[in-house]
């Protein structure tokens, strides 16, 4: 009965690689979100959509693509990884776009890029 | 732009102590606080929150303070035990439109035996 999951847990992988990560949650929420947590602990959206629409989109560099295929899944890929990709990234969903509700974290998907 | 400050970035009580984490916001249109606890290799789970319309509220040992003229809100541990030993964030969002939750950068919260 996990409420919010993500695939896989742990990715190692080489500079300019391609990799994707995966979250789905069952909760029936309408927004979900990307956030990264680099090695300090700093935790920042990096993008939320809305019943499939990309409502927040931060400064990222073009080489993070997320895809919502559906309400319940939002996928990150990103091209060509740097060493400074290297971080925990967390899938979230909420209720409502609209604030106030509780953002509900997957367990995290440590990258390492070396 | 949006800014929510923290502090301490750590904090060492004894076991049966209070500790006190505190946050200030830039964003005087910010109405929802909520605070995150982040044990070591786990997600961020929702503790407590308050919203702009309340000044304290409370959940067994745990307290929150809101300050809405000062910009500052602070969260309460009574009572610490060394199940509380984990990293704090507190946040701050605007509730209404397409807002984001700002985040503090966490404290380190060490409870000894």
């Known amino acids: 009965d996990t409420a919010v999951s993500q695939t896989p847990k742990y990715l190692v992988t080489q500079m300019g690689n391609d990799k994707s990560i995966k979250c789905e949650q069952n909760?029936?929420?309408?927004?979900m979100y990307w956030y990264k947590q680099d090695s300090k602990k700093f935790l920042k959206i990096m993008f939320s959509y809305n019943n499939k629409e990309l409502i927040i989109n931060e400064t990222v560099p073009n080489r993070f693509s997320p895809k919502s295929p559906d309400k319940a899944h939002l996928n990150l890929h990103i091209n060509s990884l740097e060493l400074g990709d290297s971080a925990v990234y967390f899938c979230a969903s909420s209720q409502d776009y609209q604030g106030g509700y509780e953002q509900y974290f997957g367990p995290g998907t440590r990258l390492t890029v070396t | 732009g949006e800014n929510v400050e923290q502090h301490p970035s750590t904090l060492s009580v004894q076991e049966g102590d209070s500790a006190v984490i505190k946050c200030t916001y830039s964003?005087?249109?910010?109405?929802?606080f909520p605070w995150y606890k982040q044990e070591l290799g786990k997600r961020p789970q929702l503790i407590i929150d308050i919203r702009s319309n309340v000044g304290e509220k409370k959940d067994q040992r745990i307290a929150v303070t809101l300050n809405k003229t000062a910009k500052h809100f602070s969260l309460h541990i009574t009572e610490t035990q060394p199940e509380d030993s984990a990293v704090y964030f507190c946040?701050?969002?605007?509730?209404?439109?397409?807002?984001?939750?700002?985040f503090g950068a966490g404290t380190r919260l060490a409870v000894h035996p």
């Open positions: 946040a701050t969002q605007f509730s209404g439109g397409y807002n984001k939750l700002i």
């Open positions: 909760l029936g929420h309408d927004t």
């Open positions: 964003d005087s249109a910010s109405n929802y």
